[in-house]
């Protein structure tokens, strides 16, 4: 096996040297028979692909815990310059061996709300403080060694979740620090939600059945059973959304999590909705030896040996028919594939006409900054690897059919 220097420097971004290969079939049964209808996907084929992708790739979800409670932890009516209710909730979780954990959320609601409004779910990567522009919010994501939790790290991150203009359009959005699900590194399942559940186990056994995806898309959820608690948020109509690695949870929590109402993948690449086949910029070898915590162990055999597996990753997009799903892209980001992105929403598309929608209509890719909209999106942005104001537009646009519509 090569290095992961030697991995990385041999990644490749020619369109002519991607292997030839054949994507199975997400409704192709057992039996070598095809799926005919929505009863037999619903009933029996999805099932067999969401124990597929456990055993194979990102592992099963735990539990809920024996005990969840939701603690309000402050709320400021002025939020955002006046236009937002800010609200701070500590979710706690406790098991009956006497093991517990916490991971803090923080919502913004429509200041004008004449009723319960629709909602933005996410995950983010440097802090709740790091999200917003405002300076009391509660700093997190101290699980983490080495995160920059000092003042001069708050807001630093406030484009990639533009809250005020969600909320201006009538969303409430919320949030979480992921690191508080499961720190970020190999080295700390101790200090994550498994601890909740695996006791002393060794992290080395923990990879064999779970891995870190599985907990933050586990977060996603619990994060959701806080919001059906909120009488300003209208819990039926949630947009669960992520970028990057988050992206790839935000696909496994909406595939596990039926309550999510619209789907949304943000520039999520490999092992997110990029095709494994292409072996296209990121390939299984370079993402299982930079993160292995983030797939169980079984998902090794397919380092540079992509041809060998039985599904692909329209199958994961598959697992949120019929709900409208998002794929977003940018043309710079080449490390994700945006080709192998837009090819798996259209190889999903099948599994939508059995519920009797088209999913994305057309196989031809997009220009840039053209929005493909429908129950499967496709959005190319123009620029770099990042979530910007420009990808919320098309993501409010989209929540403006499929969030506020009976």
Same mark, same amino acid.
């Given at each position: 096996?090569?290095?992961?220097?030697?991995?990385?420097?041999?990644?490749?971004?020619?369109?002519?040297?991607?292997?030839?290969?054949?994507?199975?079939?997400?409704?192709?049964?057992?039996?070598?028979?095809?799926?005919?209808?929505?009863?037999?996907?619903?009933?029996?084929?999805?099932?067999?692909?969401?124990?597929?992708? &456990?055993?194979?790739?990102?592992?099963?979800?735990?539990?809920?815990?024996?005990?969840?409670?939701?603690?309000? =932890?402050?709320?400021?009516?002025?939020?955002?310059?006046?236009?937002?209710?800010?609200?701070?909730?500590?979710?706690?979780?406790?098991?009956?061996?006497?093991?517990?954990?916490?991971?803090?959320?923080?919502?913004? *609601?429509?200041?004008?709300?004449?009723?319960?409004?629709?909602?933005?779910?996410?995950?983010?990567?440097?802090?709740?403080?790091? $999200?917003?522009?405002?300076?009391?919010?509660?700093?997190?994501?101290?699980?983490?060694?080495?995160?920059?939790?000092?003042?001069?790290?708050?807001?630093?991150?406030?484009?990639?979740?533009?809250?005020?203009?969600?909320?201006?359009?009538?969303?409430?959005?919320?949030?979480?620090?992921?690191?508080? *699900?499961?720190?970020?590194?190999?080295?700390?399942?101790?200090?994550? *939600?498994?601890?909740?559940?695996?006791?002393?186990?060794?992290?080395?056994?923990?990879?064999?059945?779970?891995?870190?995806?599985?907990?933050?898309?586990?977060?996603?959820?619990?994060?959701?059973?806080?919001?059906?608690?909120?009488?300003?948020?209208?819990?039926? &109509?949630?947009?669960?959304?992520?970028?990057?690695?988050?992206?790839?949870?935000?696909?496994?929590?909406?595939?596990?999590?039926?309550?999510?109402?619209?789907?949304?993948?943000?520039?999520?690449?490999?092992?997110?909705?990029?095709?494994?086949?292409?072996?296209?910029?990121?390939?299984?070898? *370079?993402?299982?030896?930079?993160?292995?915590?983030?797939?169980?162990?079984?998902?090794?055999?397919?380092?540079?040996?992509?041809?060998?597996?039985?599904?692909?990753?329209?199958? =994961?997009?598959?697992?949120? $028919?019929?709900?409208?799903?998002?794929?977003?892209?940018?043309?710079?980001?080449?490390? $994700?594939?945006?080709?192998?992105?837009?090819?798996?929403?259209?190889?999903?598309?099948?599994?939508?006409?059995?519920?009797?929608?088209?999913?994305?209509?057309?196989?031809?890719?997009?220009?840039?900054?053209?929005?493909?909209?429908?129950?499967?999106?496709?959005?190319?942005?123009?620029? &770099?690897?990042?979530?910007?104001?420009?990808?919320?537009?098309?993501?409010?646009?989209?929540?403006?059919?499929?969030?506020?519509?009976?």
């Amino acid at each position: 096996m090569k290095t992961r220097e030697e991995l990385i420097s041999a990644a490749n971004y020619d369109e002519s040297r991607v292997p030839s290969y054949t994507l199975p079939s997400p409704l192709d049964k057992a039996d070598g028979s095809k799926v005919a209808n929505a009863f037999e996907w619903v009933n029996f084929q999805r099932p067999r692909i969401l124990e597929l992708y &456990k055993n194979e790739l990102y592992g099963k979800l735990p539990p809920r815990p024996d005990r969840t409670s939701f603690e309000l =932890l402050s709320c400021r009516e002025d939020a955002l310059g006046g236009i937002a209710v800010r609200k701070e909730y500590r979710i706690h979780f406790e098991m009956n061996n006497g093991v517990s954990h916490a991971i803090d959320m923080l919502l913004y *609601i429509p200041a004008n709300a004449a009723g319960p409004v629709p909602a933005f779910l996410g995950l983010n990567f440097k802090g709740n403080h790091a $999200a917003t522009p405002e300076k009391d919010v509660l700093i997190t994501g101290q699980r983490m060694p080495g995160l920059d939790i000092s003042d001069e790290s708050r807001g630093v991150q406030t484009a990639r979740w533009n809250f005020e203009e969600t909320i201006r359009r009538g969303y409430a959005s919320a949030t979480i620090c992921y690191h508080d *699900i499961f720190p970020d590194g190999p080295e700390h399942w101790d200090k994550s *939600i498994y601890r909740l559940f695996c006791g002393n186990a060794a992290p080395a056994s923990m990879n064999e059945s779970y891995s870190a995806i599985s907990a933050w898309a586990w977060g996603l959820s619990r994060a959701l059973d806080c919001l059906e608690t909120e009488p300003m948020v209208n819990a039926a &109509k949630v947009a669960v959304h992520g970028h990057s690695r988050l992206g790839k949870s935000s696909l496994w929590a909406g595939a596990n999590d039926p309550r999510f109402r619209l789907v949304i993948s943000n520039d999520s690449g490999c092992a997110g909705a990029a095709l494994f086949k292409r072996c296209y910029g990121e390939n299984v070898a *370079i993402i299982k030896s930079r993160f292995p915590h983030w797939f169980r162990d079984s998902f090794a055999k397919y380092m540079e040996n992509e041809a060998s597996m039985t599904f692909d990753q329209h199958f =994961l997009i598959s697992l949120i $028919a019929p709900r409208p799903v998002c794929i977003a892209s940018a043309t710079e980001d080449l490390w $994700a594939d945006p080709k192998g992105e837009f090819l798996s929403g259209v190889h999903a598309a099948e599994v939508y006409r059995l519920f009797g929608v088209e999913g994305l209509g057309t196989d031809v890719m997009p220009p840039p900054d053209t929005p493909l909209t429908g129950q499967v999106s496709y959005h190319l942005r123009t620029g &770099k690897h990042d979530q910007t104001p420009q990808d919320w537009a098309h993501y409010l646009d989209l929540a403006d059919t499929y969030l506020r519509t009976e």
